[in-house]
């Protein structure tokens, strides 16, 4: 059996904005400027975010904040 299938990607999906909450022991900007390395306009990937996610967990550890609870991601998709 021979199976083919026909793909036509779309245009890739960027990172459009951030939005940080939470009870912030570290300032937003400091996050924003040391941790995030996936601005608005890069490329959007799974795995980037998830290293974006461990820069900000390393970043409270680096802080003396010892057990950071950082949830997952919510990501929104936009097509316009």
Known sequence: AKVTFSIQAGPQATIGSWN???NLKIPKADIET???KNTPGSPFSTDLIQA???????LHLNR?????QISEPQTT????
């Open 64 to 68: 003396n904040y010892l057990n950071p």
């Open 52 to 58: 974006d996610v461990q820069r900000i967990r390393e």
């Open 20 to 22: 940080i909450t939470g």
């Open 34 to 36: 040391k941790a995030l």
């Open 77 to 80: 998709y936009n097509a316009s």
